[in-house]
Each structure stands twice: as structure tokens, then as C-alpha cells.
């Protein structure tokens, strides 16, 4: 018996190739595209990194300032001048709550963040004030200065006791000369609040 064979024709086997080779392309395109994770790629550079930290589940609130050369001063009000920028406003307990998938979570930590993101020779005035008291209690603070360019190293660490609310402390003054190094430090005070006491100069 003789079966019937239906020969294939060439044109059709060499688009059908072509297709799936287009195909294989566009798929390996596919993979090598990630346009969601580009968006999310935010590249902010520090110089300088400055931590403010007080115990955890303390309800007091504590703020800091800090003055450029420039005489451009960053605190809660004014959280972006200069180069100076304010990552992180802890208000106590106030802001330790979030939302995670419909569960509420608590943050205990009290810390607030400045990034100093640009060179600026010159001196720079790092005050702490203790801007709201819940306990009535003093609060004991650390405060502490890391250069992050080239590698980080810690430049000062420092502890303070602030007594009461309204209390304000020149924690330190430093000078940055143009290659970015902490040339001289002191602690003259320098008042840069209306609230307690007569403004220092």
C-alpha cells in the first residue's frame, strides 16, 4: 500500500523559523529590561552623617539644628537648605507607628539623621534642643558625627543630659576646611531658638 506524504513547503518552514527566532530575541529582551527596579533607584550622596540617639520607648521629643557657613539653618521647620538635610525627624512616640500589610507596628527607636551632602568649607554649628517633654524627666543623648567619603570613620561622639523642655546645648562647632576634613573643634554656645533663655551669640 502506498500512503500519501505531503511534502512541506520551504517558504513556509522558513518563515515559521524566522518567527520563532524573532520570538527567542523579544524574550531575551524581555529578561534583560527591568524598568520597575530603575525607578526606585535613588543615589543621594553624604558627606557627613549626623546621629542624634536618646533611649528607646522615651516619649520626649528632641530636635536638632544644625548651621552651615552659609548661615543657612536646617531644624524640623526648614529640613532641606544648603546641603544640609534632615533624613529623619523623630518626634518621640508620635511617629514610631506604621502599617504593615493591615498590622499596626511599633518602632521604639529615637533618632534623628542630618546628611551633610556637599562640601562647604567653613565652620558648621551642631545644636540639640529639648523641644517637648512627655516624662518631665532630663533626657541623656548621644551624638555622633561619621565623615562617610572616601571610607567611614567616625569623627565625634559625644553624650549630653538636656534637663528640662526648652532646654537648648550647643553640642559642638567644627570647621570642614576645602578637602572636606574637620580641621578644629570647640564648644561655644549659640542659641538658635526663641524659647528659654537669652539668645547667645
Same mark, same amino acid.
Given at each position: 500500500?502506498?500512503?500519501?506524504?505531503?511534502?512541506?513547503?520551504?517558504?513556509?518552514?522558513?518563515?515559521?523559523?524566522?518567527?520563532?527566532?524573532?520570538?527567542?530575541?523579544?524574550?531575551?529582551?524581555?529578561?534583560?529590561?527591568?524598568?520597575?527596579?530603575?525607578?526606585?533607584?535613588?543615589?543621594?550622596?553624604?558627606?557627613?552623617?549626623?546621629?542624634?540617639?536618646?533611649?528607646?520607648?522615651?516619649?520626649?521629643?528632641?530636635?536638632?539644628?544644625?548651621?552651615?557657613?552659609?548661615?543657612?539653618?536646617?531644624?524640623?521647620?526648614?529640613?532641606?537648605?544648603?546641603?544640609?538635610?534632615?533624613?529623619?525627624?523623630?518626634?518621640?512616640?508620635?511617629?514610631?507607628?506604621?502599617?504593615?500589610?493591615?498590622?499596626?507596628?511599633?518602632?521604639?527607636?529615637?533618632?534623628? *539623621?542630618?546628611?551633610? !551632602?556637599?562640601?562647604? =568649607? #567653613? %565652620?558648621?554649628?551642631?545644636?540639640?534642643?529639648?523641644? +517637648?517633654?512627655? /516624662?518631665?524627666?532630663?533626657?541623656?543623648?548621644?551624638?555622633?558625627?561619621?565623615?562617610?567619603?572616601?571610607?567611614?570613620?567616625?569623627?565625634?561622639?559625644?553624650?549630653?543630659?538636656?534637663?528640662?523642655?526648652?532646654?537648648?546645648?550647643? *553640642?559642638?562647632?567644627? !570647621?570642614?576646611?576645602? =578637602? #572636606? %576634613?574637620?580641621?578644629?573643634?570647640?564648644?561655644?554656645? +549659640?542659641?538658635? /531658638?526663641?524659647?528659654?533663655?537669652?539668645?547667645?551669640?
Amino acid at each position: 500500500m502506498i500512503r500519501n506524504r505531503q511534502l512541506s513547503d520551504p517558504f513556509t518552514d522558513l518563515l515559521f523559523n524566522t518567527l520563532l527566532g524573532f520570538s527567542l530575541l523579544f524574550f531575551i529582551s524581555i529578561i534583560f529590561m527591568n524598568p520597575i527596579a530603575s525607578l526606585g533607584n535613588v543615589n543621594f550622596k553624604a558627606e557627613y552623617i549626623i546621629t542624634v540617639t536618646w533611649p528607646d520607648d522615651q516619649p520626649d521629643d528632641l530636635d536638632i539644628w544644625v548651621q552651615d557657613p552659609g548661615g543657612n539653618l536646617l531644624s524640623y521647620r526648614n529640613s532641606n537648605v544648603g546641603w544640609l538635610h534632615l533624613d529623619r525627624d523623630d518626634q518621640g512616640n508620635l511617629n514610631d507607628t506604621v502599617m504593615i500589610n493591615g498590622v499596626e507596628t511599633v518602632y521604639p527607636i529615637n533618632q534623628e *539623621v542630618v546628611t551633610i !551632602r556637599g562640601i562647604v =568649607s #567653613g %565652620e558648621y554649628i551642631v545644636n540639640l534642643q529639648y523641644y +517637648k517633654s512627655v /516624662t518631665g524627666k532630663p533626657v541623656k543623648a548621644t551624638v555622633k558625627i561619621e565623615k562617610v567619603n572616601p571610607s567611614l570613620k567616625v569623627v565625634y561622639v559625644d553624650k549630653l543630659t538636656l534637663q528640662k523642655e526648652d532646654d537648648e546645648k550647643t *553640642v559642638l562647632r567644627f !570647621r570642614l576646611d576645602a =578637602s #572636606g %576634613e574637620v580641621d578644629s573643634i570647640n564648644h561655644l554656645p +549659640k542659641k538658635f /531658638t526663641n524659647y528659654g533663655l537669652e539668645v547667645l551669640n
